[in-house]
């Protein structure tokens, strides 16, 4: 078993921008990072189609190639680009001290640093069309995919923060927004509220909920079932943008890093520490407020900066 152990300077889990970020940085600090790219090579964006709001890419650019353009950057600098899956961990609470990681069952890496980028996971329904449509008209992102619904109608699932939030950014971009809540009343905060009543092309249908997304190839409609009365109704829309919330990647750090009640990873002030020394966290793995691939990107240079100022401390 002696051969599948490999010491290392950092290791990187999971292949996003947050991670991606962190290996260029990490590789030009010579720390010679091995990144684990995780089951979903590339992360959230390889689900979406085109990026428009990520700078320095002023006609836009496809969410695959992108990040294919990232792990090419992360690699001319020496990263080790790796596709596998981390199984579990046993960190060190010491300061200095080595932090083993198992990949695949199989293999431990012995890391120095370990900056953990693993993501978060939007949640869907599960329903069929739904799922067959993922890109062809259903999306989980309004910043990053209402702009393709300009004018348009489209519908939001969900009665959360997220919901009231992507309903309000989408009524600025299109024609109309429907919200279907499947309760009497949203969850969502006061606030957020207040401004989807006084938006005035935003609708609420409450006790409402998605019976069927309508379309071969692209959306044309969705069907909705009131969960009362049990009426069906067919809305026209383009698009249909699910906000039931999201799920971080951290089942496999419960119990050993700090993290809050809906398993977002905890982080010190300003920085990417957790509340493991030599452990850092970038990305959508820690913020649930931003989830932006260009924040994340950012929360991924600190993290490589953190990890570079914490091995220069020990010395
Ligand atoms: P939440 O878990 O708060 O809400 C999820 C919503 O989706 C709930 O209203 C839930 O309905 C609904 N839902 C879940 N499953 C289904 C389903 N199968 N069919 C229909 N509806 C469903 O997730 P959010 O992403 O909205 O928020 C997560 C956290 O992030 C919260 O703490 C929130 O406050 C925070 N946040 C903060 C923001 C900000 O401050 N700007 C912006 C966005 C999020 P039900 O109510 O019936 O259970």
Redesign the pocket.
Known sequence: MLENIERIKCLIIGSGPAGYTAAIYAARADLKPVMYTGMQMGGQLTTTTEVDNFPGYPDGTDGTAMMEDLKKQAERFGTEVRFGLITSVDFSTEVGGIHKVIVDEDKTIEAETVIISTGATA?Y?GLESEQRLIGGGVSACATCDGFFYRKQDVVV?????????EATYLSNICNKVTI????D?????KA?QTRVKNTANIEVKYNT??DEVLGDNVVVGVRAVNNITGEKEVIDVTGLFI????KPNTDIFKGILDMDE?GYLKTKGKSTKTNVPGVFAAGDVQD??YRQAVTAAGTGCMAALDAERYLGSLV
Do not use: F, Q
Not at 157 to 163: K, M, R, V
Not at 185 to 189: D, E, L, Q, W
Not at 243 to 246: E, K, L, N, V
């Open positions: 949640k329904l699932i969900g009665a959360g923060d997220t919901a009231a939030e279907l809540v499947r309760k009343y949203m969850r969502a905060s957020m909920e998605l906000a039931i919330g999201h809906t649930k407020e």
